[in-house]
Every structure is written in C-alpha cells, then in structure tokens.
C-alpha cells in the first residue's frame, strides 16, 4: 500500500514527478518555451534587405498590436474634437450638427447646436443666451450613461437612443423600438431629445 506521503500525483511534495509524455526536462532542453539552444539572428546578408536562408524568407509579416485603453479613447475623441483646417474647403467633425450637446473651448461653456450655417453654428447656452461660434471653437460633449445618443459612425449611423451602458470601447445604447446595440463609443454624440 503506497502511503499518500509517497504519492507523485497531484499535490505532491516529491521533488521528482514522473513526466507523463515520456522525457525530461534535460531531454527537451527546458519545457514549454524553451529554445532548443539555437535561435534565429539575421545575418549580414538580411541587414542589407537580402534573405540568406529559407527560415528568413519564411518568417510571418509582423502583426500590429492595438490595445484598447482610455488613452485610445482619448486620443479618437481629440481626433474627432481636432479644429477644422480653415478656408473654404474647411472640414467639419462628423458630430457638428443640430441638437448635439457641446462646450465652448475657451470657457468650458455647456450648449447645443440650434442652427447651422457652413462652418459656423449658433448654439444655445445653457442659460438661454444665444451665441454663433466656428466649429474650430467647439467640443463634443461626452455622452454619460442614461443620455440620450446619436450614433454618428460604423453601422448604425443615425440611430439614435438611450445610452444604456458604456464597456470600455463599446456601449449599450436602447434605441426607439426598445432594440439594444452595442456600438464604438467613440461613434456617439449626445444630443438633446425632440420635445
């Protein structure tokens, strides 16, 4: 009778544990990972854009990684805010159009878009007061859960809804017919209802 101190299944203290594939540790130089000794290196020949050996010309293309942060989310939305280029051709923002919420850039100031005129909008202040600004002056509010969104990019453009939930990149929003969507944050502007 094995006692269950001699044990080398699970939980054992047994420094030497048989390895159920049939070598060791010395005989597949290290595990899962490991490098059999020798590794790649580019040689003289690759420096100059020339391949020497198959492995080289072999080689998968690199992949870019993204991740997906705050800092990403930062970064499309100053993207989106960017001030126009100016002229006659000046661009404007997907999200500068009536009823979108936005702030002034000089004063922090709270409005919505009422009218629009070329690259110029009159918007209403949050105390009533009227004011007509370029859209190199504005910048989109933020939606905040339970706002009511227009979604102004991907595939739903144009819907608009309640913003139900926000998951990192994604959110929730329940448009008029009580469907949900999960859209690109980044593709929503806040905007004031019909009534």
Same mark, same amino acid.
């Given at each position: !009778? %094995? ?9 054992? #203290?047994? #420094? ?9 540790? *010395? ?16 040689? *003289? #020949? =690759?420096? #100059? ?5 198959? !492995?080289?010309?072999? =080689? ?15 970064? &499309? ?22 009823? /979108?919420?936005? &702030? ?5 100031? /709270?409005? /919505?878009? &009422? ?5 110029? =909008? ?10 007509? !600004?370029? /859209?190199?002056? $504005? ?15 991907? *595939? ?6 309640? $913003? ?6 994604? =959110?929730? $929003? %329940?448009?008029? %017919? ?7 944050? !980044?593709? $929503? *502007? &806040? ?5």
């Amino acid at each position: !009778v %094995k006692q269950a101190d001699d044990d080398d299944g699970w939980g054992s #203290n047994s #420094n030497e544990q048989s390895n159920p594939f049939g070598s060791t540790e *010395a005989d597949t130089g290290g595990g899962w990972g490991a490098s059999s000794g020798s590794t790649w290196a580019p040689s *003289a #020949n =690759a420096e #100059n854009g020339q391949a020497s050996s198959s !492995v080289a010309s072999a =080689a998968p293309p690199a992949v870019k990684e993204e991740s997906t942060t705050s800092a990403t989310n930062q970064v &499309k939305r100053e993207t989106m805010e960017a001030d126009t280029m100016g002229g006659d051709g000046e661009e404007t923002p997907v999200w500068f159009m009536e009823r /979108v919420c936005v &702030k002034l850039k000089s004063d922090e100031a /709270v409005g /919505v878009i &009422k009218e629009i005129s070329g690259a110029t =909008a009159t918007i209403e202040l949050e105390g009533g007061e009227s004011k007509t !600004v370029r /859209v190199s002056e $504005l910048a989109m509010v933020e939606p905040k859960e339970h706002d009511i969104v227009l979604v102004t990019g991907g *595939a739903d453009v144009g819907v608009e809804g309640e $913003l139900v939930c926000i998951d990192g990149t994604d =959110a929730i $929003l %329940k448009d008029a %017919k009580e469907d949900f969507k999960i859209v690109d944050f !980044v593709h $929503l *502007a &806040k905007i004031t209802s019909d009534t």
